[in-house]
């Protein structure tokens, strides 16, 4: 399920707020977006502060624009703060559940790829890694990477 938390702009085009797009998701879900509730479907194009939700059982996988790869476990919530390939900076919020990202591998000086949760910031460079979310607590797993996670709380 994908829920907007702010409507867009006039002056916000849609290719410049595009985030990626949905590659896989089990089972069928609905996507809510600007107060319509759609069909979730493979190639659904996310937008920035689009919220990805996903109920029991089911999972999505994103593809964002600078090719990293979410994979939002079941019972999840995920928001897409900004992502912006030509800068490389993407920041997510986790609210609750779990996420497997592979980020790319971060070469621009100002380029960053944070996940903010409730209690913490992961902030990686190029790295595969896991993220667990509850109201009390965050738990970061480095899989690889050129650097570590950092977790800040």
Same mark, same amino acid.
């Given at each position: ?11 916000? =085009?849609?290719?410049?707020? +595009? +985030? ?11 996507? @809510?977006?600007?107060? *319509?509730?759609?069909?979730? +479907? ?15 059982? +089911?999972?999505?996988?994103? %593809? /964002?624009?600078?090719? =990293? ?13 900004? =992502? ?8 997510? %919020?986790? /609210?609750?559940?779990? /996420? ?27 790295? *595969?890694?896991? @993220?667990?979310?509850? =109201? %009390? ?13 950092? *977790?800040?709380?």
């Amino acid at each position: 399920m994908l829920l907007p938390s702010v409507a867009s702009t006039p002056a916000e =085009s849609h290719e410049s707020r +595009a +985030a990626g797009r949905i590659t896989a998701l089990l089972p069928e879900d609905q996507v @809510l977006r600007q107060k *319509q509730t759609l069909a979730a +479907a493979k190639d659904m194009v996310l937008l920035w502060r689009d919220v990805v939700k996903t109920e029991t059982g +089911a999972r999505v996988r994103i %593809e /964002l624009s600078d090719g =990293s790869i979410l994979n939002v476990g079941s019972d999840a919530e995920l928001r897409i703060l900004k =992502s912006d390939p030509q800068r490389q900076q993407t920041t997510l %919020e986790l /609210l609750y559940g779990r /996420l497997l990202a592979g980020a790319i591998r971060i070469v621009k000086p100002a380029g960053k790829f944070r996940v903010r949760t409730p209690v913490a910031v992961a902030g990686v460079a190029g790295t *595969q890694f896991g @993220l667990r979310v509850d =109201s %009390e607590s965050t738990d970061v797993v480095c899989r690889e990477g050129l650097r570590p996670c950092q *977790q800040q709380g």
